[in-house]
Protein backbone atom coordinates (compact mmCIF):
# COMPACT_ATOMS: atom_id res chain seq x y z
CA UNK A 1 0.00 0.00 0.00
CA UNK A 2 1.56 3.29 -0.86
CA UNK A 3 1.72 6.07 1.82
CA UNK A 4 -0.48 7.95 0.23
CA UNK A 5 -3.41 5.71 0.81
CA UNK A 6 -3.08 5.74 4.48
CA UNK A 7 -3.30 9.47 4.81
CA UNK A 8 -6.09 10.75 6.12
CA UNK A 9 -6.99 14.70 6.08
CA UNK A 10 -5.85 16.56 8.78
CA UNK A 11 -8.53 16.82 11.32
CA UNK A 12 -10.85 13.44 10.29
CA UNK A 13 -8.41 11.75 13.42
CA UNK A 14 -9.68 13.95 15.94
CA UNK A 15 -11.48 12.28 18.90
CA UNK A 16 -15.12 12.07 17.86
CA UNK A 17 -17.65 12.55 20.81
CA UNK A 18 -19.62 15.60 21.94
CA UNK A 19 -17.71 18.48 23.25
CA UNK A 20 -19.06 18.96 26.52
CA UNK A 21 -16.01 17.74 28.79
CA UNK A 22 -17.89 15.91 32.11
CA UNK A 23 -19.53 13.37 29.48
CA UNK A 24 -16.95 12.26 27.40
CA UNK A 25 -14.96 9.63 29.54
CA UNK A 26 -18.45 8.05 29.69
CA UNK A 27 -18.73 8.53 25.86
CA UNK A 28 -15.28 7.50 25.40
CA UNK A 29 -16.27 3.61 26.88
CA UNK A 30 -19.14 3.51 25.48
CA UNK A 31 -17.29 3.60 22.14
CA UNK A 32 -14.95 1.63 23.43
CA UNK A 33 -17.92 -1.41 24.18
CA UNK A 34 -19.26 -0.73 20.67
CA UNK A 35 -15.98 -0.56 19.31
CA UNK A 36 -14.48 -4.18 20.28
CA UNK A 37 -18.52 -5.79 19.86
CA UNK A 38 -18.24 -4.57 16.11
CA UNK A 39 -14.76 -6.00 15.59
CA UNK A 40 -15.25 -9.27 17.73
CA UNK A 41 -16.44 -11.61 14.78
CA UNK A 42 -13.61 -10.17 12.68
CA UNK A 43 -11.17 -10.93 15.46
CA UNK A 44 -12.00 -14.65 16.09
CA UNK A 45 -12.45 -15.47 12.61
CA UNK A 46 -9.06 -14.02 12.09
CA UNK A 47 -7.40 -15.73 15.60
CA UNK A 48 -8.70 -18.94 14.35
CA UNK A 49 -8.24 -18.84 10.60
CA UNK A 50 -4.99 -16.66 9.95
CA UNK A 51 -2.94 -16.01 12.88
CA UNK A 52 -3.69 -19.44 14.41
CA UNK A 53 -2.81 -21.20 11.10
CA UNK A 54 0.49 -18.86 10.08
CA UNK A 55 2.15 -19.73 14.03
CA UNK A 56 0.47 -23.21 13.44
CA UNK A 57 2.33 -23.70 10.36
CA UNK A 58 6.07 -22.46 12.05
CA UNK A 59 5.29 -24.69 14.85
CA UNK A 60 4.62 -27.67 12.56
CA UNK A 61 8.08 -27.14 10.09
CA UNK A 62 9.84 -27.86 13.14
CA UNK A 63 8.31 -30.96 13.64
CA UNK A 64 7.76 -34.46 11.75
CA UNK A 65 4.23 -34.45 11.27
CA UNK A 66 2.67 -36.53 8.45
CA UNK A 67 -0.94 -37.05 7.44
CA UNK A 68 -1.23 -40.40 10.29
CA UNK A 69 -0.87 -37.53 12.66
CA UNK A 70 -3.54 -35.73 11.35
CA UNK A 71 -5.98 -36.63 14.22
CA UNK A 72 -3.49 -36.09 16.88
CA UNK A 73 -1.92 -33.29 15.73
CA UNK A 74 0.13 -32.33 18.78
CA UNK A 75 1.47 -35.91 19.59
CA UNK A 76 4.52 -35.09 16.70
CA UNK A 77 7.86 -35.16 17.92
CA UNK A 78 10.39 -32.31 17.18
CA UNK A 79 13.11 -32.53 14.49
CA UNK A 80 14.47 -28.95 14.84
CA UNK A 81 15.75 -27.86 11.60
CA UNK A 82 15.90 -30.92 9.95
CA UNK A 83 12.84 -30.15 7.42
CA UNK A 84 14.76 -27.02 6.41
CA UNK A 85 17.94 -28.67 5.63
CA UNK A 86 15.61 -31.30 4.04
CA UNK A 87 14.05 -28.50 2.06
CA UNK A 88 16.87 -27.03 1.32
CA UNK A 89 19.33 -30.07 0.10
CA UNK A 90 16.36 -31.34 -2.31
CA UNK A 91 17.38 -31.26 -5.62
CA UNK A 92 13.55 -30.78 -6.60
CA UNK A 93 12.91 -28.22 -4.19
CA UNK A 94 16.36 -26.28 -5.59
CA UNK A 95 14.75 -26.54 -9.13
CA UNK A 96 11.43 -25.29 -8.04
CA UNK A 97 13.29 -22.31 -6.29
CA UNK A 98 15.14 -21.91 -9.91
CA UNK A 99 11.86 -21.89 -11.57
CA UNK A 100 10.18 -19.62 -9.24
CA UNK A 101 13.18 -17.07 -9.53
CA UNK A 102 12.75 -16.92 -13.18
CA UNK A 103 9.39 -16.92 -13.37
CA UNK A 104 9.74 -13.73 -10.82
CA UNK A 105 12.42 -11.56 -12.29
CA UNK A 106 11.45 -12.63 -16.26
CA UNK A 107 7.82 -11.86 -15.50
CA UNK A 108 7.59 -8.90 -13.29
CA UNK A 109 9.51 -6.55 -15.58
CA UNK A 110 7.84 -7.81 -18.74
CA UNK A 111 3.76 -7.31 -16.95
CA UNK A 112 5.27 -3.77 -15.63
CA UNK A 113 6.83 -2.65 -19.01
CA UNK A 114 3.26 -3.73 -20.84
CA UNK A 115 1.49 -2.30 -17.88
CA UNK A 116 3.25 0.82 -18.31
CA UNK A 117 3.09 0.99 -22.09
CA UNK A 118 -0.63 0.42 -22.50
CA UNK A 119 -1.03 3.10 -19.77
CA UNK A 120 0.83 5.89 -21.52
CA UNK A 121 -0.87 4.67 -24.82
CA UNK A 122 -4.39 5.06 -23.04
CA UNK A 123 -3.50 8.12 -21.30
CA UNK A 124 -1.79 10.12 -23.80
CA UNK A 125 -2.87 8.60 -26.87
CA UNK A 126 -6.05 6.86 -26.92
CA UNK A 127 -9.15 10.09 -26.24
CA UNK A 128 -12.41 8.20 -28.06
CA UNK A 129 -13.14 4.88 -26.45
CA UNK A 130 -10.71 5.29 -23.95
CA UNK A 131 -12.60 3.32 -20.79
CA UNK A 132 -13.80 0.23 -23.40
CA UNK A 133 -9.59 -0.39 -24.03
CA UNK A 134 -9.72 -0.04 -20.12
CA UNK A 135 -12.24 -2.53 -19.56
CA UNK A 136 -10.92 -4.90 -21.57
CA UNK A 137 -7.31 -5.07 -20.90
CA UNK A 138 -8.62 -5.55 -17.41
CA UNK A 139 -10.76 -8.11 -18.47
CA UNK A 140 -8.14 -11.30 -17.57
CA UNK A 141 -7.20 -10.06 -14.31
CA UNK A 142 -10.87 -11.07 -13.12
CA UNK A 143 -11.18 -14.51 -14.56
CA UNK A 144 -10.11 -17.70 -13.24
CA UNK A 145 -6.21 -18.40 -13.73
CA UNK A 146 -7.54 -22.00 -13.81
CA UNK A 147 -9.90 -21.61 -17.11
CA UNK A 148 -7.02 -19.19 -18.11
CA UNK A 149 -4.73 -21.51 -18.28
CA UNK A 150 -6.85 -24.34 -19.89
CA UNK A 151 -7.80 -22.04 -22.45
CA UNK A 152 -3.85 -21.07 -23.29
CA UNK A 153 -3.16 -25.21 -23.02
CA UNK A 154 -5.03 -24.90 -26.43
CA UNK A 155 -3.70 -21.60 -27.41
CA UNK A 156 -0.48 -23.47 -27.20
CA UNK A 157 -1.18 -26.29 -28.66
CA UNK A 158 1.76 -27.31 -31.23
CA UNK A 159 0.07 -27.86 -34.23
CA UNK A 160 -4.20 -27.02 -33.81
CA UNK A 161 -3.37 -24.01 -31.57
CA UNK A 162 -4.13 -20.61 -32.36
CA UNK A 163 -0.52 -19.09 -31.73
CA UNK A 164 1.07 -21.60 -34.04
CA UNK A 165 -1.40 -21.06 -36.47
CA UNK A 166 -0.97 -17.20 -36.50
CA UNK A 167 3.24 -17.78 -36.19
CA UNK A 168 2.55 -20.25 -39.92
CA UNK A 169 1.14 -17.02 -41.22
CA UNK A 170 4.67 -15.12 -41.30
CA UNK A 171 6.60 -18.50 -42.03
CA UNK A 172 7.82 -19.48 -38.72
CA UNK A 173 6.91 -23.15 -37.35
CA UNK A 174 6.41 -22.81 -33.78
CA UNK A 175 7.78 -25.42 -31.58
CA UNK A 176 5.72 -27.49 -29.09
CA UNK A 177 5.87 -24.90 -26.40
CA UNK A 178 4.51 -26.50 -23.12
CA UNK A 179 6.76 -29.68 -24.12
CA UNK A 180 9.77 -27.82 -24.26
CA UNK A 181 11.99 -27.91 -21.47
CA UNK A 182 13.66 -24.26 -22.99
CA UNK A 183 9.69 -22.74 -24.02
CA UNK A 184 7.75 -24.16 -21.00
CA UNK A 185 8.41 -21.64 -19.18
CA UNK A 186 8.52 -18.26 -21.26
CA UNK A 187 4.90 -19.48 -22.27
CA UNK A 188 3.94 -19.83 -18.59
CA UNK A 189 5.67 -15.89 -18.05
CA UNK A 190 3.88 -14.59 -21.31
CA UNK A 191 0.52 -15.89 -20.26
CA UNK A 192 1.02 -14.63 -16.92
CA UNK A 193 1.97 -11.35 -18.41
CA UNK A 194 -1.37 -11.07 -20.63
CA UNK A 195 -3.65 -12.21 -17.25
CA UNK A 196 -1.72 -9.40 -15.13
CA UNK A 197 -0.98 -6.26 -16.92
CA UNK A 198 -4.51 -4.91 -17.07
CA UNK A 199 -4.21 -4.63 -12.88
CA UNK A 200 -0.77 -2.51 -12.84
CA UNK A 201 -1.85 -0.66 -16.07
CA UNK A 202 -5.26 0.82 -13.90
CA UNK A 203 -3.00 1.58 -11.00
CA UNK A 204 -0.53 3.45 -13.57
CA UNK A 205 -3.20 4.93 -15.28
CA UNK A 206 -3.86 6.35 -11.59
CA UNK A 207 -0.20 7.64 -11.18
CA UNK A 208 -0.53 9.11 -14.19
CA UNK A 209 -3.71 11.05 -14.42
CA UNK A 210 -2.20 12.31 -11.10
CA UNK A 211 0.39 14.19 -12.81
CA UNK A 212 -0.06 17.72 -13.31
CA UNK A 213 -0.36 18.70 -17.12
CA UNK A 214 2.15 21.92 -16.74
CA UNK A 215 4.94 18.95 -15.68
CA UNK A 216 5.08 18.17 -19.05
CA UNK A 217 4.44 21.51 -20.73
CA UNK A 218 7.29 22.83 -18.80
CA UNK A 219 9.39 20.46 -20.84
CA UNK A 220 7.90 20.82 -23.99
CA UNK A 221 8.92 24.56 -23.89
CA UNK A 222 12.41 23.68 -22.17
CA UNK A 223 12.83 21.61 -25.83
CA UNK A 224 13.11 17.84 -24.51
CA UNK A 225 11.73 15.30 -26.59
CA UNK A 226 8.64 12.97 -25.64
CA UNK A 227 11.15 10.04 -24.82
CA UNK A 228 13.12 12.76 -23.13
CA UNK A 229 10.29 13.81 -21.25
CA UNK A 230 9.12 10.42 -20.35
CA UNK A 231 12.23 9.56 -18.91
CA UNK A 232 12.96 12.51 -16.90
CA UNK A 233 9.94 14.05 -15.85
CA UNK A 234 7.54 11.36 -15.79
CA UNK A 235 8.95 8.02 -14.70
CA UNK A 236 10.36 9.89 -11.55
CA UNK A 237 7.00 11.28 -10.92
CA UNK A 238 5.67 7.62 -10.97
CA UNK A 239 8.24 6.57 -8.85
CA UNK A 240 5.74 5.54 -5.80
CA UNK A 241 3.15 3.50 -8.11
CA UNK A 242 6.12 1.83 -9.71
CA UNK A 243 7.18 0.37 -6.11
CA UNK A 244 3.83 -0.22 -5.32
CA UNK A 245 2.59 -2.37 -8.74
CA UNK A 246 6.14 -3.93 -8.37
CA UNK A 247 5.67 -5.30 -4.69
CA UNK A 248 1.46 -6.79 -5.34
CA UNK A 249 3.02 -8.17 -8.55
CA UNK A 250 6.05 -9.77 -7.60
CA UNK A 251 4.17 -11.31 -4.48
CA UNK A 252 1.91 -12.85 -6.50
CA UNK A 253 4.29 -14.08 -9.23
CA UNK A 254 6.52 -15.85 -6.16
CA UNK A 255 2.99 -17.60 -5.93
CA UNK A 256 2.77 -19.29 -8.71
CA UNK A 257 0.46 -21.89 -9.03
CA UNK A 258 -2.27 -22.96 -10.67
CA UNK A 259 -0.39 -22.22 -14.30
CA UNK A 260 2.18 -24.98 -14.08
CA UNK A 261 -0.61 -27.34 -12.17
CA UNK A 262 -2.89 -27.21 -15.34
CA UNK A 263 -0.58 -26.90 -18.07
CA UNK A 264 2.34 -28.93 -17.40
CA UNK A 265 2.13 -30.44 -14.30
CA UNK A 266 5.56 -28.85 -13.63
CA UNK A 267 6.73 -30.61 -16.74
CA UNK A 268 8.68 -31.52 -18.64
CA UNK A 269 11.40 -32.98 -16.27
CA UNK A 270 10.11 -30.62 -13.58
CA UNK A 271 11.44 -27.24 -15.61
CA UNK A 272 8.39 -25.75 -14.71
CA UNK A 273 7.67 -26.85 -11.04
CA UNK A 274 7.32 -23.59 -8.36
CA UNK A 275 7.86 -23.75 -4.83
CA UNK A 276 4.01 -23.00 -4.07
CA UNK A 277 3.40 -26.21 -6.19
CA UNK A 278 6.12 -28.34 -4.84
CA UNK A 279 5.12 -27.38 -1.36
CA UNK A 280 1.40 -28.71 -2.62
CA UNK A 281 2.80 -32.19 -3.54
CA UNK A 282 4.78 -32.77 -0.65
CA UNK A 283 1.43 -32.06 0.94
CA UNK A 284 -0.35 -34.47 -0.78
CA UNK A 285 2.52 -37.60 -0.06
CA UNK A 286 1.55 -36.50 3.66
CA UNK A 287 4.54 -34.99 4.75
CA UNK A 288 3.22 -32.04 6.53
CA UNK A 289 6.04 -30.73 8.85
CA UNK A 290 8.53 -30.58 5.24
CA UNK A 291 5.67 -28.67 3.21
CA UNK A 292 5.23 -26.33 5.90
CA UNK A 293 8.94 -25.51 5.90
CA UNK A 294 8.59 -25.19 2.22
CA UNK A 295 5.63 -22.64 2.84
CA UNK A 296 7.95 -20.71 5.24
CA UNK A 297 10.78 -20.53 3.15
CA UNK A 298 8.76 -18.75 0.26
CA UNK A 299 6.99 -16.83 3.21
CA UNK A 300 10.24 -15.20 4.21
CA UNK A 301 12.08 -15.03 0.73
CA UNK A 302 8.22 -12.87 0.25
CA UNK A 303 8.81 -11.01 3.04
CA UNK A 304 12.57 -9.99 2.25
CA UNK A 305 11.60 -9.37 -1.81
CA UNK A 306 9.32 -6.99 -1.35
CA UNK A 307 11.80 -5.24 2.12
CA UNK A 308 14.60 -4.99 -0.92
CA UNK A 309 11.91 -3.57 -3.34
CA UNK A 310 10.88 -0.69 -0.84
CA UNK A 311 14.42 -0.07 -0.08
CA UNK A 312 15.29 -0.04 -3.89
CA UNK A 313 12.17 2.32 -5.15
CA UNK A 314 11.29 4.27 -2.15
CA UNK A 315 12.12 8.52 -2.59
CA UNK A 316 15.68 9.66 -2.45
CA UNK B 1 -3.37 14.52 -35.23
CA UNK B 2 -1.31 12.51 -37.35
CA UNK B 3 -0.08 10.48 -34.84
CA UNK B 4 -3.69 8.97 -33.93
CA UNK B 5 -3.98 6.55 -36.36
CA UNK B 6 -0.94 4.59 -35.30
CA UNK B 7 -1.83 4.46 -31.73
CA UNK B 8 -5.07 3.53 -32.14
CA UNK B 9 -3.79 0.37 -34.30
CA UNK B 10 -1.64 -0.25 -31.46
CA UNK B 11 -4.35 -0.29 -29.18
CA UNK B 12 -7.15 -2.38 -31.35
CA UNK B 13 -3.67 -4.93 -31.96
CA UNK B 14 -4.03 -5.06 -27.87
CA UNK B 15 -6.98 -5.77 -27.84
CA UNK B 16 -7.36 -7.78 -30.26
CA UNK B 17 -4.24 -10.05 -28.35
CA UNK B 18 -6.42 -9.60 -24.97
CA UNK B 19 -9.90 -11.14 -26.67
CA UNK B 20 -8.17 -13.61 -29.03
CA UNK B 21 -7.76 -16.64 -26.35
CA UNK B 22 -11.29 -15.90 -24.99
CA UNK B 23 -13.21 -15.92 -28.32
CA UNK B 24 -10.91 -19.30 -29.13
CA UNK B 25 -12.65 -20.53 -25.99
CA UNK B 26 -16.04 -19.43 -26.85
CA UNK B 27 -16.06 -21.12 -30.77
CA UNK B 28 -13.90 -23.87 -29.81
CA UNK B 29 -16.65 -25.02 -27.01
CA UNK B 30 -18.73 -25.31 -30.07
CA UNK B 31 -16.53 -27.56 -31.95
CA UNK B 32 -16.99 -31.40 -32.43
CA UNK B 33 -13.42 -32.94 -30.98
CA UNK B 34 -12.48 -34.05 -34.51
CA UNK B 35 -12.70 -30.27 -35.56
CA UNK B 36 -10.74 -29.46 -32.42
CA UNK B 37 -7.69 -31.35 -33.30
CA UNK B 38 -7.84 -30.42 -36.80
CA UNK B 39 -4.50 -29.00 -38.66
CA UNK B 40 -4.79 -25.85 -40.03
CA UNK B 41 -7.34 -25.32 -37.21
CA UNK B 42 -10.65 -23.68 -38.13
CA UNK B 43 -11.91 -20.60 -36.94
CA UNK B 44 -15.81 -20.76 -36.58
CA UNK B 45 -17.20 -24.02 -36.06
CA UNK B 46 -18.10 -25.86 -39.16
CA UNK B 47 -21.11 -28.45 -37.71
CA UNK B 48 -22.17 -26.22 -34.48
CA UNK B 49 -22.74 -28.48 -31.65
CA UNK B 50 -24.23 -28.32 -28.44
CA UNK B 51 -22.36 -31.81 -27.31
CA UNK B 52 -19.89 -30.39 -25.63
CA UNK B 53 -22.32 -28.49 -22.76
CA UNK B 54 -24.85 -31.33 -23.16
CA UNK B 55 -21.50 -33.45 -21.74
CA UNK B 56 -21.24 -31.12 -18.77
CA UNK B 57 -24.33 -32.22 -17.69
CA UNK B 58 -24.17 -35.48 -18.75
CA UNK B 59 -20.67 -36.59 -18.22
CA UNK B 60 -19.21 -34.12 -15.62
CA UNK B 61 -22.00 -32.95 -12.93
CA UNK B 62 -21.32 -29.15 -13.49
CA UNK B 63 -24.56 -27.96 -12.25
CA UNK B 64 -23.42 -29.21 -8.56
CA UNK B 65 -20.30 -27.50 -9.51
CA UNK B 66 -22.31 -24.50 -10.15
CA UNK B 67 -23.97 -24.57 -7.60
CA UNK B 68 -21.20 -25.17 -4.97
CA UNK B 69 -19.23 -22.28 -6.19
CA UNK B 70 -22.48 -19.74 -5.98
CA UNK B 71 -23.45 -21.11 -2.51
CA UNK B 72 -19.94 -20.31 -1.26
CA UNK B 73 -19.40 -17.15 -3.66
CA UNK B 74 -22.67 -15.85 -1.84
CA UNK B 75 -21.99 -16.65 1.53
CA UNK B 76 -18.24 -15.88 1.49
CA UNK B 77 -19.42 -12.31 0.31
CA UNK B 78 -22.14 -11.94 2.76
CA UNK B 79 -19.74 -12.44 5.76
CA UNK B 80 -17.57 -9.90 4.47
CA UNK B 81 -19.85 -7.29 3.83
CA UNK B 82 -21.00 -7.51 7.38
CA UNK B 83 -18.34 -8.27 9.60
CA UNK B 84 -15.55 -5.71 7.28
CA UNK B 85 -17.91 -2.87 7.67
CA UNK B 86 -18.52 -3.60 11.27
CA UNK B 87 -14.57 -3.60 12.23
CA UNK B 88 -14.09 -0.79 9.53
CA UNK B 89 -15.83 1.37 10.90
CA UNK B 90 -14.91 0.97 14.42
CA UNK B 91 -11.04 1.37 13.33
CA UNK B 92 -11.83 4.58 11.57
CA UNK B 93 -14.41 6.52 13.80
CA UNK B 94 -14.07 5.12 17.19
CA UNK B 95 -11.76 5.85 20.00
CA UNK B 96 -10.56 2.93 21.67
CA UNK B 97 -8.04 1.05 23.43
CA UNK B 98 -5.85 -0.98 21.16
CA UNK B 99 -7.16 0.35 18.16
CA UNK B 100 -3.46 0.76 16.28
CA UNK B 101 -2.56 -3.06 16.95
CA UNK B 102 -6.09 -3.70 15.19
CA UNK B 103 -5.16 -1.67 12.42
CA UNK B 104 -1.53 -2.93 12.47
CA UNK B 105 -2.50 -6.20 12.33
CA UNK B 106 -4.72 -5.84 9.62
CA UNK B 107 -2.09 -4.22 7.01
CA UNK B 108 0.52 -7.07 8.70
CA UNK B 109 -1.78 -9.86 6.85
CA UNK B 110 -2.82 -7.88 3.70
CA UNK B 111 -0.32 -10.15 2.02
CA UNK B 112 -0.06 -13.00 3.79
CA UNK B 113 -0.18 -16.09 0.62
CA UNK B 114 -2.82 -18.65 1.14
CA UNK B 115 0.32 -21.14 0.82
CA UNK B 116 1.51 -20.57 4.10
CA UNK B 117 -1.70 -21.37 6.28
CA UNK B 118 -3.78 -24.28 4.35
CA UNK B 119 -1.52 -27.40 5.92
CA UNK B 120 -2.31 -25.84 9.30
CA UNK B 121 -5.26 -24.94 8.53
CA UNK B 122 -6.75 -28.31 7.12
CA UNK B 123 -5.67 -29.95 10.25
CA UNK B 124 -7.72 -27.40 12.02
CA UNK B 125 -10.50 -27.34 9.59
CA UNK B 126 -10.56 -31.97 9.48
CA UNK B 127 -10.46 -31.79 13.37
CA UNK B 128 -13.73 -29.48 13.56
CA UNK B 129 -15.18 -32.02 11.28
CA UNK B 130 -15.79 -29.79 8.73
CA UNK B 131 -13.80 -31.10 5.98
CA UNK B 132 -15.54 -31.68 2.46
CA UNK B 133 -18.10 -29.10 4.03
CA UNK B 134 -19.89 -25.53 2.74
CA UNK B 135 -18.89 -24.48 6.32
CA UNK B 136 -15.16 -25.57 5.94
CA UNK B 137 -15.06 -24.10 2.40
CA UNK B 138 -16.76 -20.93 3.73
CA UNK B 139 -15.58 -20.28 7.45
CA UNK B 140 -11.94 -19.07 6.30
CA UNK B 141 -12.81 -16.76 4.12
CA UNK B 142 -15.37 -15.40 5.97
CA UNK B 143 -12.98 -11.95 6.66
CA UNK B 144 -10.83 -10.55 4.69
CA UNK B 145 -7.94 -7.92 5.89
CA UNK B 146 -8.43 -6.54 2.30
CA UNK B 147 -12.15 -5.60 2.85
CA UNK B 148 -11.38 -4.53 6.19
CA UNK B 149 -8.96 -2.29 4.80
CA UNK B 150 -11.35 -0.79 1.80
CA UNK B 151 -13.92 -0.37 4.55
CA UNK B 152 -11.63 1.46 6.68
CA UNK B 153 -10.55 3.56 4.21
CA UNK B 154 -14.14 4.78 2.98
CA UNK B 155 -15.10 5.20 6.82
CA UNK B 156 -12.46 7.10 7.68
CA UNK B 157 -14.10 9.96 4.44
CA UNK B 158 -17.27 10.26 5.66
CA UNK B 159 -17.41 13.97 8.12
CA UNK B 160 -17.73 12.97 12.23
CA UNK B 161 -20.78 15.25 12.44
CA UNK B 162 -22.98 12.66 11.78
CA UNK B 163 -22.47 10.67 14.17
CA UNK B 164 -22.25 13.73 16.72
CA UNK B 165 -25.80 14.72 15.36
CA UNK B 166 -26.84 11.01 16.44
CA UNK B 167 -25.08 11.12 19.72
CA UNK B 168 -26.96 14.18 20.75
CA UNK B 169 -29.79 12.46 19.83
CA UNK B 170 -29.59 9.92 21.81
CA UNK B 171 -28.71 7.28 19.47
CA UNK B 172 -26.95 4.06 20.70
CA UNK B 173 -23.27 3.99 18.99
CA UNK B 174 -24.41 0.65 17.45
CA UNK B 175 -27.42 2.70 16.41
CA UNK B 176 -25.31 5.51 14.70
CA UNK B 177 -23.15 2.76 12.83
CA UNK B 178 -26.56 0.44 11.52
CA UNK B 179 -28.64 3.46 10.41
CA UNK B 180 -26.65 6.60 10.20
CA UNK B 181 -23.40 5.92 9.00
CA UNK B 182 -23.44 2.49 7.36
CA UNK B 183 -26.06 3.52 4.56
CA UNK B 184 -23.92 5.99 3.78
CA UNK B 185 -21.40 3.39 2.61
CA UNK B 186 -23.28 2.04 -0.38
CA UNK B 187 -20.62 2.34 -2.75
CA UNK B 188 -18.15 1.03 -1.05
CA UNK B 189 -20.18 -1.85 0.32
CA UNK B 190 -20.76 -2.73 -3.66
CA UNK B 191 -17.24 -2.30 -4.76
CA UNK B 192 -16.18 -4.84 -1.63
CA UNK B 193 -19.09 -7.23 -2.29
CA UNK B 194 -18.16 -7.91 -6.09
CA UNK B 195 -14.36 -7.91 -5.82
CA UNK B 196 -15.05 -10.21 -2.74
CA UNK B 197 -17.74 -12.43 -5.29
CA UNK B 198 -15.29 -12.76 -8.08
CA UNK B 199 -12.35 -13.56 -5.72
CA UNK B 200 -14.44 -16.73 -4.14
CA UNK B 201 -15.62 -17.57 -7.46
CA UNK B 202 -11.84 -17.94 -8.61
CA UNK B 203 -10.44 -18.75 -6.09
CA UNK B 204 -8.49 -22.39 -5.99
CA UNK B 205 -5.84 -23.74 -4.02
CA UNK B 206 -8.33 -24.13 -0.57
CA UNK B 207 -11.33 -25.37 -2.06
CA UNK B 208 -8.71 -27.94 -3.74
CA UNK B 209 -6.84 -29.06 -0.80
CA UNK B 210 -10.71 -29.30 1.39
CA UNK B 211 -12.99 -30.59 -1.05
CA UNK B 212 -12.30 -34.39 -0.99
CA UNK B 213 -15.31 -35.31 -2.93
CA UNK B 214 -16.89 -34.47 -6.55
CA UNK B 215 -20.01 -33.28 -4.97
CA UNK B 216 -18.58 -30.83 -2.97
CA UNK B 217 -16.46 -29.12 -5.77
CA UNK B 218 -16.23 -25.80 -7.08
CA UNK B 219 -15.88 -24.90 -10.39
CA UNK B 220 -11.96 -24.75 -10.63
CA UNK B 221 -11.39 -27.66 -8.94
CA UNK B 222 -13.45 -29.50 -10.86
CA UNK B 223 -12.10 -27.80 -14.24
CA UNK B 224 -8.17 -28.07 -12.59
CA UNK B 225 -9.00 -32.23 -11.93
CA UNK B 226 -10.90 -32.76 -15.44
CA UNK B 227 -8.35 -30.87 -17.83
CA UNK B 228 -5.22 -33.28 -15.64
CA UNK B 229 -6.73 -36.39 -15.37
CA UNK B 230 -9.08 -39.07 -17.72
CA UNK B 231 -10.85 -35.74 -19.44
CA UNK B 232 -7.56 -34.35 -20.10
CA UNK B 233 -7.95 -34.63 -24.20
CA UNK B 234 -10.97 -34.67 -24.10
CA UNK B 235 -11.01 -30.37 -25.83
CA UNK B 236 -14.06 -29.31 -26.15
CA UNK B 237 -15.54 -30.49 -22.75
CA UNK B 238 -13.03 -28.26 -21.31
CA UNK B 239 -13.70 -25.44 -23.48
CA UNK B 240 -17.03 -25.75 -22.64
CA UNK B 241 -16.41 -25.75 -18.69
CA UNK B 242 -14.03 -22.69 -19.14
CA UNK B 243 -16.43 -20.80 -21.12
CA UNK B 244 -18.72 -21.77 -17.84
CA UNK B 245 -15.93 -20.31 -14.80
CA UNK B 246 -15.56 -17.25 -16.92
CA UNK B 247 -18.67 -16.07 -18.37
CA UNK B 248 -20.66 -15.33 -14.85
CA UNK B 249 -17.23 -13.22 -13.41
CA UNK B 250 -17.52 -11.40 -17.39
CA UNK B 251 -21.09 -10.53 -17.27
CA UNK B 252 -20.53 -9.55 -13.51
CA UNK B 253 -17.42 -7.33 -14.12
CA UNK B 254 -18.65 -5.72 -17.31
CA UNK B 255 -22.26 -4.53 -15.46
CA UNK B 256 -20.15 -3.51 -12.47
CA UNK B 257 -16.97 -2.51 -13.63
CA UNK B 258 -16.94 0.99 -12.31
CA UNK B 259 -16.88 -0.01 -8.85
CA UNK B 260 -14.13 -2.62 -9.56
CA UNK B 261 -11.82 0.59 -10.69
CA UNK B 262 -13.06 2.58 -7.98
CA UNK B 263 -12.43 0.39 -5.26
CA UNK B 264 -8.72 -0.23 -6.59
CA UNK B 265 -8.77 3.94 -6.49
CA UNK B 266 -9.84 3.57 -2.64
CA UNK B 267 -7.47 1.57 -1.95
CA UNK B 268 -4.78 1.44 -3.91
CA UNK B 269 -5.27 -2.24 -3.77
CA UNK B 270 -6.54 -4.71 -6.67
Not at chain 2, 218 to 234: D, I, K
Request: with cysteine; glycine share 8%; proline share 6%.
Amino acid sequence: MSSATLQEPAGRTRPAGPPAPRSRSRSVNRQTAAAWLLALPFVALFLAFTAGPVLGSLAMSFTDMKQRDLRTPFAVNGVGIDNYVKALSDETFRKAAFNTAYFVIVGVPLTLVAALAAAVLLDRGVKKFQSLFKVAYYLPVITSIVAIAVIWRFVLAPDSGLLNTVLSWVGIDGPNWLASKTWAMPSLIVMATWRNFGAAMIIFLAGLQGIPHTVEEAGQIDGASSWQRFRYLILPLLRPTILFTSVTTGIGYLQFFEEPLVMTQGGPLNSTISVSMYTYQQFGFGNYGLATSMSYILFVVIAVVTFIQFRLLREK
Amino acid sequence: MRRTWWIYLIAVLGLIAVAAPFAWMFLGSFKTQGELLRVPPTWLPEAPTNQNYADLLSKANFPQYFLNSAIVAIAVTAGNLIFCSMVGYSLAKLRFRGRNALFVLVLATLMIPGVVTFVPLFVLVTNAGLANSYPGLILPFLVSPFGVFLMRQFFAGLPDDLMDAGRVDGTSELGIFARIMLPLTKPALATLGILTFLGSWNNFLWPLVIAQTEEMYTLPVALALYSTGQNAQNYGLLMAGAVVVVVPVLVIFLVFQRHVTRGIAITGLK
